[in-house]
C-alpha cells in the first residue's frame, strides 16, 4: 500500500472480496495494509513487512493485488508477477497528487498489469486473476518490456542538459 498513504478503499474491497473465496483460498493470502483504519476481518494482515522478508513474499506470490506505486511495478516486473493494481485518488484524500492515475496510463500497457480502477471493479479482475490458468504465464510469449516501452529521446535530452548544467 506504499510507505506514507494509507489505502482503506483498497484493502477493504480486498478484504470483502474474500468471504466469496472458499476457506482453503484465504490461509495463502498475506495483506501488507500500511497505516491505514481498516483492518482486515478475512484475511491475515500485517502494518509492513521488513524489506528482505516482502521480496520473499512477492517472489513467492501467484499474484500480487496493489496501489499503482512504481516500488511495485518495478518490483513486479523483477519477479516477473502478475499484477493488479488500483490507484490511489487524490480526489478522495488517498494521495497528495493524481500521479498514480498517470502511471496507469501508462503502464496498462505491460501484459502482465491489470488496473481496477475502482473498488467496485476489483472483485471481477481478482475473479479473472484466480481463474486464469496461464497467469503465472503472463510474461511468456509476450512483447518484452523493452519493446512496449521505446526510449524517449527528448526526456533523455532533458534529464542529460539537466545532469551537465550541474
Not at 482503506?8 to 478484504?15: C, E, N
Not at 502494518?47 to 506505486?69: C, I, K, M, S
Not at 502478475?82 to 478522495?92: D, G, H, N, T
Not at 488517498?94 to 503502464?107: G, I
Request: hydrophobic share 40%; charged share 25%.
Amino acid at each position: 500500500m506504499g510507505n506514507v498513504d494509507p489505502f482503506d478503499r483498497l484493502v477493504q474491497a480486498f478484504d470483502e472480496w474474500i468471504l466469496t473465496r472458499p476457506a482453503d483460498c484465504q490461509k495463502e493470502i498475506v495483506a501488507q495494509i500500511g497505516y491505514g483504519r481498516y483492518l482486515p476481518k478475512n484475511c491475515p494482515y500485517v502494518r509492513f513487512l521488513p524489506p528482505l522478508d516482502y521480496r520473499n513474499t512477492f517472489e513467492r506470490a501467484q499474484f500480487v493485488v496493489a496501489h499503482a506505486g512504481m516500488g511495485t511495478i518495478i518490483t513486479a516486473v523483477e519477479f516477473r508477477k502478475p499484477l493488479i493494481v488500483m490507484p490511489k485518488r487524490a480526489s478522495l484524500g488517498e494521495q497528495r497528487n493524481e500521479h498514480q492515475l498517470a502511471t496507469v496510463r501508462e503502464f496498462r500497457k505491460l501484459p502482465f498489469l491489470q488496473v481496477a480502477e475502482t473498488e467496485v471493479e476489483l472483485p471481477r479482475m481478482l475473479n479473472m486473476a484466480i481463474e486464469e490458468a496461464a497467469m503465472s504465464n503472463r510474461f511468456q510469449g509476450k512483447k518484452s518490456i523493452e519493446t512496449i516501452f521505446q526510449p524517449n529521446p527528448a526526456l533523455i535530452n532533458f534529464v542529460s542538459e539537466f545532469v551537465n548544467q550541474r
